[in-house]
């Protein structure tokens, strides 16, 4: 369902009550104030903001519609699904409500079989990026609000009994046992499951619960993913018609005292933070080549680990990372003040937790689930987090729970100390601090000590200056590329002495668009932090980082 739809802007939110999903012409009857067939259209995937000049800066709701012709398959169960609608999307189907979702970064699907007719079919869909006080994200963030069907759009037939979900990956603290499971949908009696890896001889049968479910932990031999060797094995599952086909890598992750341990080695995350901004053309990035223009640079810099913040990316992202070996941190948009208090921003939250992780739960490159960036020391807050910290172990109990921090209390003039009550809940620290550009000078860096009050492994998860790519003058002058570099050289000094440093990603590898950073002929709604500019020209802090990455390869 990809290409060009038909779309009304809409900002007073007319649509509900004219009823745009019934798809009504002036000759159907009524004094009809719209026609989707004399609209403008705009191309899905894609954010609205980068396509229309004029919407560049629009907050609110517009209605896309795509008709198409169907042709029923007999035994067959028939989804819309959607990669990713930012904010809030409401789904009709020939004029039939499908569902309605919330959250701007994950997938969702609705099932169609019963609404899909034989002939040309209408589907309409309602998406506003309207920013709202209750939301995750709320009405603060330093990203650009891009609105629309930002990922891919898919018709997705499937045989009646079908896999829904599963999970295949080393058994936890075993290099040589294979574990999970596979959850049948299905409307009769289920039939056995098989799973096949082909290149290791494996073939298993399984026969399935009363709830279609499958659990298995077995022996196999296989040769270990990691960033050197990101080795997947072609992974078939199948059961009764239908046949699932994955990439999978399988590795190990845990944590020992400080240290991160991938396969059981010593692991020091080289990494660099970055936003799902689409290089060169800008806004919202989702195609397999935005993807592997990020990731290039992000090997360029010599990196093992990229930080996708602040927001689950696309899955054309994380399956790069997954092929070419870059381990990831992926976060939900709890990002700054939210609405701690109400019970339905903490479901909403949940709900895009679940969301990411069933989506990525079988990728080996990603390592940590993030719950959050930045957020303000209050006890319902931590309450808030620690609930989603149960959440994610108990939807994903191998990979590490993660944060990113920055409260800290101070311990005489030159020591600070990351002070914040949710490290109790994660397994590794994140702090973010910007010493140099946000207080301080750069050379404060060299007398400036950290200690963290919990024994674990501790990234540096943000810290960075801003500057145009091509504006120079002396290193003491801010907002220029020299200035930019004074920092990281002050900076990567004294992070290397941090007790249980674990890894670092700087803030950050583009340029991106934010509605916070007004600075004319400097920032111009982009913030500068990035390594390269928003056309790909690499600064030279670039090269900073990139020698200090050779430095830290072990
Ligand atoms: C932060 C935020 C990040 C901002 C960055 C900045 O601490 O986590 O989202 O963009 O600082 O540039 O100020």
């Known amino acids: 369902m990809n290409g060009a739809w038909q779309v009304i802007v809409d900002p007073?939110?007319?649509?509900?009550?004219?009823r745009f999903y019934e798809n009504a012409t002036s000759e159907t009857g009524g004094p009809i104030e719209y026609n989707f067939e004399r609209s403008e259209t705009l191309n899905v995937p894609g954010d609205w903001n980068t396509q229309k000049e004029r919407l560049f800066f629009y907050e609110g709701p517009v209605w896309y519609r795509r008709t198409f012709s169907y042709k029923p398959t007999e035994h067959t169960r028939t989804f819309v699904f959607f990669g990713a609608a930012n904010y809030f999307a409401r789904v009709y189907l020939n004029g039939m409500p499908l569902g309605e979702h919330e959250g701007g970064f994950t997938p969702f699907n609705f099932e169609a079989t019963n609404t899909l007719v034989d002939g040309n079919n209408s589907l309409v869909v309602e998406v506003n990026n309207a920013r709202r006080a209750d939301g995750v994200p709320a009405l603060n963030s330093d990203w650009w609000n891009y609105g629309g069907l930002t990922r891919d759009?898919?018709?997705v037939e499937v045989p009646e009994t079908f896999v829904r979900d599963y999970t295949i990956q080393l058994a936890k603290g075993s290099s040589t046992e294979v574990a999970g499971w596979v959850q049948l949908d299905r409307?009769?009696?289920?039939?056995?499951?098989?799973?096949?890896?082909a290149e290791i001889g494996l073939?298993?049968?399984?026969?399935?619960?009363s709830n279609g479910r499958v659990e298995f932990r077995f022996p196999a031999k296989v040769n270990l993913w990691s960033p050197q060797n990101p080795k997947l094995y072609d992974v078939v599952i199948s059961s009764g018609a239908d046949t699932v086909r994955d990439s999978i890598g399988f590795r190990s992750i845990e944590?020992?005292?400080t240290q991160i341990l991938l396969n059981g080695k010593l692991i020091f995350l080289r990494g660099i933070s970055?936003?799902?901004?689409?290089?060169?053309?800008?806004?919202?990035?989702?195609?397999?080549?935005d993807a592997q223009t990020l990731f290039g640079w992000a090997k360029e810099l010599g990196c093992n680990f990229v930080r996708l913040t602040h927001y689950p990316h696309n899955e054309n992202e994380i399956r790069l990372a997954d092929k070419i070996g870059l381990l990831v941190w992926s976060e939900i948009p709890v990002y700054w003040d939210i609405a701690w208090k109400n019970p339905g921003t903490l479901a909403n939250a949940e709900s895009q937790l679940t969301e990411m992780i069933a989506r990525d739960h079988n990728r080996a490159a990603v390592i940590f689930w993030s719950l959050s960036n930045e957020t303000p020391m209050d006890p319902e807050r931590t309450l808030f987090l620690e609930r989603l910290a149960e959440d994610a172990r108990r939807l994903d109990p191998t990979r590490l729970i993660t944060s990113a921090m920055n409260h800290v209390s101070d311990a005489g003039p030159d020591k600070r100390v990351l002070d914040d009550p949710l490290g109790e809940s994660l397994d590794v620290l994140g702090l973010n601090e910007y010493l140099g550009w946000y207080g301080g000078r750069p050379e404060d860096a060299d007398r400036r000590q950290w200690e963290s009050k919990y024994a674990k492994p501790l990234i540096v998860s943000e810290f960075g200056a801003e500057a145009p790519y091509g504006k120079h003058g002396d290193a003491s002058e801010r907002w220029t590329e020299e200035y930019q570099v004074n920092v990281y050289n002050h900076q990567l000094a004294m992070i290397r002495k941090i007790?249980?440093?674990a890894g670092v990603s700087p803030w950050v590898l583009m340029d991106f668009h934010s509605p916070r950073r007004l600075l004319p002929g400097v920032q111009d709604y982009y913030n500068r932090k990035g390594l390269v500019s928003n056309t790909g020209q690499h600064k030279q802090v670039f090269y900073v980082l990139q020698k200090f990455y050779r430095e830290m390869k072990q």
């Open 255 to 257: 944590v020992k005292g």
């Open 153 to 155: 759009v898919l018709l």
């Open 499 to 501: 007790p249980g440093f």
């Open 274 to 289: 970055l936003h799902e901004e689409a290089p060169n053309r800008g806004g919202r990035a989702y195609s397999v080549e």
């Open 203 to 209: 073939q298993k049968t399984f026969t399935p619960n």
């Open 12 to 18: 007073y939110g007319t649509g509900v009550r004219a």
């Open 187 to 197: 409307s009769s009696a289920a039939e056995p499951v098989t799973i096949e890896i």
